[in-house]
């Protein structure tokens, strides 16, 4: 695989995103590439190289800047947007592409899953149609790698490593010319009618783009990535590396905080979580043998699809997560933890939101008088308002439960030699949950709450007067509530059953 990629121009869209950034990050440390075009824009008055500096400057590249000082130089921008037609990208940049481009990874999506359809079918189906139309043009094309979702069939229990065209009910040609036709507003108002059974328009859009794949990309060297639940690093090139609330990795650090303190969920249903470090490495893996089997087959096939899940013998299941997130948040607590971190498991939406109003909303106005008083800005009924949206969209994938054939995904990683296993390590089955439950805990305070090590004593303190305030409250309340259970039933036992019979009477 490095001899493959040496020398190579590779063009990446979503680079700047979390899965971009350690691909990005593992072909400069791992092979001696000749280019990353880099498809990006500018963002809040900052431009596209700018931005580029700012990405190469974190902890994740740290590796790569002690290995190879310079591997920054071979970055290079090319200005675009892909919400814009042919990607936004200029005559010059098109032109430098279809030139010299050998290897295609494309990962810009966006992940909302409550994102409007209109928004969620120009950036997710739109962009793959001009990507596809310009990659027709390249001379020099070799592999090509569309990241979809594991989700992208999510309305069906089991899912092969095939296209599902008629799953979607429409095509995507059919649908961008719905949705210019009609533009955004009425687009959105065809939402429930065009999604159907889909659970969002992410995944209802991440199937559509498979669909216009398999229609309109029979000439080219393509192949479907289908990664489940993207969370922290695994091993590379740190342990537990995050730079986003997205997903499972919000819910994971609002419980660390000790905000999220009620979790709806299937207990024993597997989490479909993936390491991004894994998903890095199997999409290299991908556009390799894709490569591969371009100048080796004789007859063109359909694109290949990589289902990337879990393996059934080696699972996690959400309990077993929310457990460990409780208990590692305990043992290395955040120093601006919001209360003792625990969580009540609940499988009944009546039930949730009985514990909710008691464990999230009250406590959320109550702390919000407080600020109000002190004369400080109210934001925690806002927060558990938006903690509650996004805890809303995951509910479908906590509670319900698929099985995926990974035949593909198997073979290519036998098929690749033992060097090539050890430097780009993607095997599901050797994961270690219980040692990733660490990785996960340590990556939320270090990357999204910021904190060194050196904060650790302060926190476990603050964390020690939580949990006596937390112990307290709780036995005040069960004190409380036994001595109120007592008073009543000693008031009906005296009423209905002892005054009969001329018992001793109970006096409370």
């Known amino acids: 695989m490095q001899n493959f990629y040496e020398n190579k121009s590779v063009f990446i869209t979503g680079g700047s995103g979390f899965l971009g950034r350690v691909i990005i990050e593992q072909i400069l440390r791992k092979a001696d590439v000749k280019c990353i075009y880099m498809l990006i824009r500018s963002k809040r008055g900052i431009s596209s190289t700018d931005r580029i500096k700012k990405i190469f400057s974190g902890p994740l590249f740290e590796k790569v800047r002690q290995l190879k000082p310079h591997a920054h130089t071979l970055i290079a921008p090319i200005h675009g947007d892909c919400t814009q037609p042919n990607l936004g990208i200029s005559t010059e940049d098109r032109n430098t592409l279809t030139a010299n481009v050998d290897v295609i990874i494309h990962c810009a999506a966006t992940i909302r899953f409550n ?43 089991h899912i092969e490593e095939k296209f599902y065209p008629e799953n979607v009910g429409i095509s995507a040609h059919k649908t961008l010319a719905l949705a210019e036709q009609l533009g955004p507003e009425l687009t959105n108002n065809l939402s429930a009618h065009l999604l159907r059974d889909f659970p969002n328009t992410y995944t209802f859009t991440k199937a559509l783009a498979e669909e216009l794949i398999l229609n309109e990309a029979a000439a080219l060297p393509i192949c479907v990535f289908r990664p489940a639940i993207i969370t922290s690093t695994y091993a590379e090139p740190i342990p537990g590396w995050v730079d986003n609330y997205a997903g499972a990795m919000g819910s994971l650090m609002a419980v660390a905080q000790g905000m999220l303190r009620v979790l709806y969920l299937q207990s024993n249903n597997p989490a479909l979580l993936v390491p991004v470090d894994f998903c890095a490495n199997a999409i290299l893996a991908c556009g390799y043998t894709t490569a591969q089997q371009e100048s080796t087959e004789k007859e063109k096939s359909e694109p290949k699809i990589y289902n990337f899940v879990p393996d059934e013998k080696n699972i996690i299941t959400w309990g077993a997560l929310a457990d460990s997130a409780v208990h590692y948040a305990r043992k290395y607590p955040i120093s601006n933890t919001f209360w003792y971190p625990f969580a009540v498991k609940i499988n009944s939406l009546e039930l949730e939101y009985i514990f909710s109003l008691f464990l999230h909303t009250i406590p959320a106005y109550l702390n919000d008088m407080l600020l109000a008083l002190r004369g400080e800005k109210k934001i925690m009924v806002r927060m558990y308002q938006k903690l509650q949206q996004n805890g809303e969209v995951l509910n479908f994938f906590k509670m319900n439960k698929w099985t995926h054939n990974t035949t593909n995904t198997k073979a290519l990683w ?7 296993q050890l430097n780009f390590n993607f095997n599901m089955p050797d994961i270690v949950w219980k040692e990733y439950y660490k990785t996960l805990a340590l990556g939320i305070r270090r990357y999204l709450a910021m904190e060194n090590d050196d904060t650790m004593p302060k926190a476990i303190k603050r964390t020690k007067i939580f949990q006596w305030a937390h112990q307290s409250i709780l036995v005040f309340i069960i004190t409380g509530l036994s001595l109120f259970l007592f008073m009543v039933t000693a008031y009906c036992l005296e009423n209905r059953y002892f005054k009969p019979y001329n018992l001793i009477s109970l006096k409370v």
């Open 115 to 157: 994102e409007p359809l209109y928004n969620a079918l120009v950036v997710n189906v739109g962009a793959i149609k001009h990507l596809l139309e310009i990659a027709k043009l390249m001379s020099h094309l070799m592999t090509f790698v569309h990241v979809s979702t594991a989700f992208s069939n999510c309305n069906l229990p």
């Open 414 to 420: 036998k098929s690749l030699t033992p060097e090539d």
